[in-house]
């Protein structure tokens, strides 16, 4: 009996315990909510690893051009679906050309391009990106994607349409006209036509 009446009451003090002690703590961090606290939104910050800020930020984007492609065919068919790859992603090309510049990433040639390319769409999609260049000369060049943020996510949704290699041909070729008219590429592989890697030729006509 005297156990059950002094349990009660150790109950019934430690929860007027916590609703103190949580009263005091909202009270505190209304008043002084840094030192309350103890923290701020940069120190947060500062405790992310740059490459988690960018591998997570990337990811997004990944995510929400895999469900507009998915989208787009869904509802327009792959016709449409084509005519706005041919306009849209030239274009996104030409501005991602300048967003290099604005990096300082700068060049003209078949060797300039292979370097650039990859580089500022590992910018956009993320750390997991993985590029090869297989040639490089100021003529020629060859680059091959082994591992894509964009492949990865299809896989994982079981999605089998060809969602990406139509923006790769027109993007790269957008991109590289913007560097020097005189550049070419050609997407010569690609996963979603059952290649084993995504591979693109780059050459400086004379």
Not at 59 to 65: C, D, N, P, R
Request: proline residues 3%.
């Amino acid at each position: 009996m005297n156990t059950k009446i002094h349990s009660t009451s150790r109950r019934g003090f430690l929860t007027g315990l916590a609703i103190g002690a949580g009263g005091y703590v909202l009270g505190s961090s209304l008043t002084h909510p840094k030192e309350a606290m103890g923290q701020s939104i940069q120190g947060s910050l500062d405790r992310v690893p740059m490459e988690t800020r960018w591998s997570t930020a990337a990811g997004g984007l990944v995510i929400w051009q895999f469900n507009f492609f998915k989208r787009l065919l869904d509802t327009e068919g792959r016709e449409k679906f084509l005519e706005y790859m041919m306009k849209s992603s030239p274009a996104v090309g030409v501005r991602s050309k300048g967003l290099a510049e604005r990096f300082g990433l700068t060049g003209n040639d078949a060797k300039s391009a292979a370097v650039i390319i990859p580089a500022i769409i590992t910018v956009y999609w993320g750390p997991q990106q993985k590029f090869e260049i297989e040639e490089a000369t100021a003529e020629k060049a060859r680059v091959k994607c082994l591992e894509c943020g964009f492949w990865n996510l299809m896989q994982a949704q079981k999605i089998t349409d060809d969602l990406c290699s139509a923006h790769s041909r027109y993007f790269w070729e957008g991109f590289v006209k913007a560097m020097n008219p005189k550049l070419i590429s050609t997407l010569v592989k690609a996963r979603p036509r059952g290649d084993s890697v995504c591979e693109w030729a780059i050459e400086l006509k004379a």
